[in-house]
């Protein structure tokens, strides 16, 4: 994986926030996660114990979660999340149900084929066409929590780095895959302490949390993850915010091109090279170019940082117009289990 348009913070220098992290994600997924995220200590801190606290730990199984974790990725064409996935299933030991999800076949076990047909459905906006949810409400936060931390931390990948996995993609091979899974196997079938990601956010207003995740750490992490990208709204002027959340409210799926430029022009010319980022990293990231950051930096002293956390800004809108849909559909059950 190349990491695009920013420098991130390298491991063996990395201190603070950051090295810590690094630090528990080594430990606890098998790998520093989220680099392309380290520039902006808080906003790295808050996505890796969104994926921590509703992904790998909790009482959902593994499995069903990264099966939501592939969904949802190919629902956004985040290949990087597609493969890593992928190869966490593999690890699981569910070869089959790992080379059906990658090859967009239903998977066998009527409960993952729910899950999978869940999952990919949240990228709509209309409550009406999201199946009921396959899964206890008693679990709701786990689930909701990796479908929605998925939506952001795809976007974040499209718009940061090249999307693959290993050089020349070679993870696309079968026998990679397989021998791949086996550096993770011990790591996913850790029992995680839940909620011990959250010491890593300290400083970082963790209110309010959302209703759906209950008194959970699920729900400190969100909490964290919104007040850390919300950071980048101060990059973007008033209009350019309105026409960010008016795209992302849209009931039909945005495409860049054309429309893109028309709404652009109703702004006035300097507001545009900010809003343009922020708009592709919410409806489309895959478009954003190097010329598109140029061009934004050009206009502005911002450092990598501000980068980031534009960027950011512009995913948590469209993750939070999802979450709004899931849970408009989605009956949870608040829990206190920690």
């Given at each position: 994986m190349s990491i695009r348009h920013i420098a991130p913070v390298p491991r063996k220098s990395a201190t603070g926030r950051v090295a810590?992290?690094?630090?528990?994600?080594?430990?606890?997924?098998?790998?520093?996660?989220?680099?392309?995220l380290s520039p902006a200590p808080e906003l790295h801190a808050a996505a890796w114990a969104v994926l921590r606290e509703s992904e790998l730990a909790g009482l959902a199984p593994r499995t069903d979660k990264e099966v939501v974790a592939v969904a949802v990725s190919q629902a956004n064409r985040c290949r990087f999340c597609i493969d890593a996935h992928t190869i966490l299933i593999h690890a699981l030991g569910e070869h089959q149900l790992a080379e059906d999800l990658l090859d967009g076949r239903v998977p066998a076990d009527p409960h993952h084929a729910a899950l999978t047909t869940w999952a990919k459905a949240t990228r709509t906006l209309d409550p009406a066409h999201l199946p009921a949810p396959p899964f206890p409400a008693d679990l709701a936060a786990e689930y909701i929590g990796t479908a929605l931390s998925t939506h952001f931390i795809n976007r974040m990948f499209s718009t940061l780095t090249d999307e693959q996995l290993l050089p020349g993609n070679l993870q696309?091979?079968?026998?990679?895959?397989?021998?791949?899974?086996?550096?993770?196997t011990r790591t996913v079938h850790q029992e995680l302490t839940r909620g011990d990601s959250l010491p890593l956010l300290a400083g970082i207003p963790m209110e309010p949390r959302p209703a759906w995740a209950g008194d959970t750490p699920i729900g400190a992490a969100f909490a964290a993850l919104r007040s850390a990208a919300a950071a980048g709204a101060t990059l973007l002027s008033e209009p350019s915010r309105n026409l960010l959340r008016a795209t992302v409210a849209e009931p039909t799926p945005f495409s860049p091109g054309t429309r893109l430029t028309q709404?652009?022009?109703?702004?006035?010319?300097?507001?545009?090279?900010?809003?343009?980022?922020?708009?592709?990293?919410?409806?489309?990231?895959?478009?954003?170019?190097?010329?598109?950051?140029?061009?934004?930096?050009?206009?502005?002293?911002?450092?990598?940082?501000?980068l980031v956390?534009?960027?950011?800004?512009g995913a948590i809108t469209a993750m939070e117009r999802i979450e709004e849909t899931i849970t408009s559909r989605t009956p949870t059950a608040p829990t206190d289990r920690v």
């Open positions: 810590e992290v690094y630090a528990q994600s080594a430990a606890d997924f098998g790998q520093a996660a989220f680099m392309m696309r091979a079968r026998p990679v895959r397989r021998v791949g899974a086996m550096a993770y709404r652009l022009t109703q702004l006035p010319e300097a507001d545009r090279p900010a809003a343009k980022l922020a708009l592709l990293a919410a409806v489309s990231p895959h478009d954003i170019t190097e010329a598109d950051v140029t061009a934004w930096r050009t206009t502005t002293s911002a450092t990598d940082t501000d956390r534009l960027l950011a800004f």
